[in-house]
């Protein structure tokens, strides 16, 4: 049966409310994902939470009970508390009915199987969260294996980077690595490297792109260093008819995961 805790003060409370903070998340191996709709996302992927809070009155939601049951049944934590002590745990003015606390889900570079699916993104020191989650959302999207975060990015496991992520942080594979082991791994087997850059004039939809292809981002504000723009197999830009020189860097990697996907579709 679920317990209930009504006081801030509760230790529980206190612990849950520190995964906000990224030292607290790497130290428990621990992340919150907030509302119904990404706990079932998470649910129908194979996830279910370690820890469920949830708001008296929504135990009455169908998707709430279900969750409230397989959380139990899967030996996991689950609590009823207010809507007050939610806001605590989550930050947020409104919070959702639901919270949700989930091991951290880093998948070794080494781990990853190229060859189970035909686009991968690779995103070089974003920064973002917003940006992060959505590229998540992309790659669920478009059929992708998963997310290599280079060098030193935003934590995909961050409130706002899971909330962006819409539940696409469950289906995506993410791995975090150095550039150099990378390329490393990159090059011990198949698949072409495209960068996304300013530094060329090919257009992004001139190239037959080989699977499986993995689409390079840059960091919001500098794009790719001019190192690693050297070891892609091909660069290509969009094409820009206002007064923008860039998109978006999320936006940028879904136009080119559709390009990629229409390709194959064709």
Not at 67 to 85: Q, Y
Request: net charge neutral.
């Amino acid at each position: 049966m679920p317990r209930e805790i009504t006081g801030f003060s509760n230790p529980l409370v206190k612990r849950v409310r520190g995964l906000r903070d990224k030292k607290n998340r790497r130290r428990e191996g621990l992340f919150l994902a907030e509302g119904l709709r990404i706990l079932a996302e998470a649910e129908e992927a194979g996830f279910l939470p370690v820890m469920l809070f949830y708001a008296g009155g929504s135990a009455s939601h169908p998707i709430a009970r279900r969750l409230i049951a397989a959380t139990e049944a899967a030996g996991g934590d689950v609590i009823e508390t207010s809507a007050d002590i939610l806001h605590k745990l989550s930050g947020k003015d409104n919070p959702q009915t639901v919270i949700g606390v989930y091991p951290e889900r880093l998948t070794p570079l080494d781990a990853i199987d190229r060859g189970g699916a035909d686009i991968w993104i690779v995103a070089q020191s974003l920064r973002d969260p917003g940006n992060l989650g959505t590229i998540l959302r992309t790659g669920d999207a478009v059929g992708a294996g998963g997310l290599i975060l280079v060098d030193d990015c935003v934590d995909p496991f961050s409130v706002e980077a899971v909330r962006a992520s819409m539940g696409a942080l469950f289906t995506q594979k993410i791995a975090a690595t150095r550039w150099d082991a990378f390329i490393g791994w990159l090059r011990a087997g198949p698949g072409q490297l495209v960068g996304t850059s300013l530094n060329t004039a090919q257009d992004y939809q001139a190239p037959r792109y080989a699977a499986p292809t993995f689409i390079l981002v840059g960091n919001e504000a500098h794009g790719l260093p001019p190192a690693y723009e050297a070891e892609c197999d091909l660069l290509v830009k969009m094409p820009m008819l206002g007064k923008a020189d860039s998109l978006n860097a999320a936006v940028a990697t879904a136009v080119m995961a559709y390009e990629v996907l229409n390709q194959r579709r064709r």
